[in-house]
Each structure stands twice: as C-alpha cells, then as structure tokens.
C-alpha cells in the first residue's frame, strides 16, 4: 500500500487569479522565470513574463499582440539566450528575444489559420543539429522550420486531400 509519506505529491506553490485566458506556460530555461501566452477578453494576444519572489508571480514583461497566441516553446534556443517561438490564432509564428521585446525578432505566415502546437530542438543548445522548430496547424499541415531563415518552411507535410480538412 502506498503511504502519502512515501508517494509522490504535487503541492500548490501558489494560485493567482487573471483577467487573460492562458493557452500555454513554459519555463524560461535557467531562471525562476515563466512565460504565459494567451488571450485577453477582447480576441487580442497576451504574452506575459512572470518572476517568482517569494509567494507571489509578478508580472515582470506584458505584451498585447493584435491575434490570440495559441502554443510557445524556448526548444530552438540557446540556454545562455532564450529566444521564444509562438504560435497565433491567425497562423503566424512569431520568434521573440525577452530582452528587448517592441517587437518580434521575426514574424511570418506559417498556417492558413491557427497553429495549434509547436516545439524546437537542435542547435547551441544541444551542441549538435541546426535550430529548429516544428509546428501543425488547424489547416492540417506539419511543417519545419530553420529559425536562421525565417521566409519558408524546410520541410512541410500537407494532408493529400485538403478537403477533408476540419
């Protein structure tokens, strides 16, 4: 029999309430730090930076895009400068440096509409591969990206029939 002593647990840090919708959370890799995307009541983007100190996430970064962000990841960047790659409702990927964040490093048509997932590996984080990141969007493709060139896909997988595409 398993004792509550001896099994694994998940304790609540803290809870904060939000006036935003969050999609999706990641750790910004070597710090305390987390990012949240999402969208404000209104139908515009939430990109926020939190930073925790003692019992409380403070809001450290709030960016307000023009579209809803969906899905985020740091996995084609490297650990000494996180950059983050964001997914919209209007299928754009969106590559962001969190230090100097008036606008996206890069910003291109990825999808025909919402991109509903993305992840990345390679690079200098990894020591091994170029950097790169994969997404899949509501228009039924999977495609791969280089984040040094940012205008096309360097691979993209589309469904044989695009009718049957929800």
Not at 131 to 153: H, K
């Amino acid at each position: 029999m398993i004792d509550a002593q001896t099994a694994p647990q998940i304790l609540e840090h803290l809870q904060k309430s939000l006036t935003v919708t969050i999609y999706g959370t990641r750790w910004i890799p070597g710090t305390p730090n987390f990012v949240a995307v999402g969208q404000h009541a209104r139908g515009t983007g939430c990109l926020q930076v939190y930073e925790l100190e003692a019992t409380d996430a403070v809001v450290t970064c709030n960016i307000e895009g023009k579209s809803a962000l969906k899905c985020c990841t740091f996995g084609a960047g490297s650990i000494s400068a996180p950059r983050l790659a964001v997914g919209t409702f209007d299928g754009k990927l969106q590559y962001w440096d969190l230090e100097h964040t008036k606008a996206p490093l890069w910003d291109t048509q990825a999808h025909a509409s919402i991109v509903n997932g993305i992840d990345g590996f390679g690079g200098q984080a990894y020591g091994y591969g170029p950097p790169e990141l994969v997404t899949c969007g509501r228009d039924g493709c999977v495609r791969v990206w280089d984040v040094r060139q940012q205008d096309a896909p360097v691979a993209a997988f589309e469904p044989a029939d695009s009718n049957s595409i929800r």
